[in-house]
């Protein structure tokens, strides 16, 4: 168990919809990153958050958005949803120190139909 | 662009065997080489990491060896056992300041041990 919570595990809607994926990092983790795992593109990075900031911005479609709130957990907020965001989103979390390793949730797999 | 390269996509390998993993990569300011295994239905799971001031570091029955000049690492599994079998993704990271260490991985590696 890494100790980071992602809910839900499994999210069904329908395309133009909006959803939101929620994570709660390890205790003690200030910094959360948002990754989206699929089969032709593998993981990429979308956006990390630190302490409650955003700090960097990856592949992250316009439609997607996230914060951090002050008891550090994460949400991820995916709008006008299409089939191609079908996907496994994961959140990661990590210490303060320079190149720490990320512990990673067991994701929420989305599928958009 | 991809940052990270891993090879092979897929190996099969039996049980008692070596099991090979290569990733190059072309960003020089990397100083972070984790590598991660993942089963069906989990997430990204550390597994062995490794900082460019040694050439190989070793877990058990997991190693990796590093080469700076030629901007590869690898993962060696001795013994392969059918429990090893998963995906591995190396990956790296730089620190690019404000507290910024986001990893890029690999494409990953589906690893299958036979019994």
Known sequence: DSGVTQTPKHLITATGQRVTLR?????????????QQSLDQGLQF??????????????????????????????????????????????????????S?????????LTVT | QQQVKQSPQSLIVQK???????????????DYFPWYQQFPGKGPALLIAIRPDVSEKKEGRFTISFNKSAKQFS???MDSQPGDSATYFCAASADSGGSNYKLTFGKGTLLTVNP
Do not use: M
């Not at chain 1, 316009?62 to 496994?88: C, I, K, T």
């Open chain 2, 75 to 77: 993962l060696h599994i």
């Open chain 1, 23 to 35: 994570c709660s990092p390890r205790s003690g983790d200030l910094s959360v990153y948002w990754y």
């Open chain 2, 16 to 30: 008692g065997g070596i099991s090979i993993i290569n990733c190059a990569y072309e960003n020089t300011a990397f």
């Open chain 1, 46 to 99: 979308l956006i990390q958050y630190y302490n409650g900031e955003e700090r960097a911005k990856g592949n992250i479609l316009e439609r997607f958005s996230a914060q951090q709130f002050p008891d550090l957990h994460s949400e991820l907020n995916l709008s006008s949803l299409e089939l191609g965001d079908s996907a496994l989103y994961f959140c990661a979390s990590s210490a303060r120190q320079s190149s």
């Open chain 1, 101 to 109: 390793p990320l512990h990673f949730g067991n994701g929420t797999r």
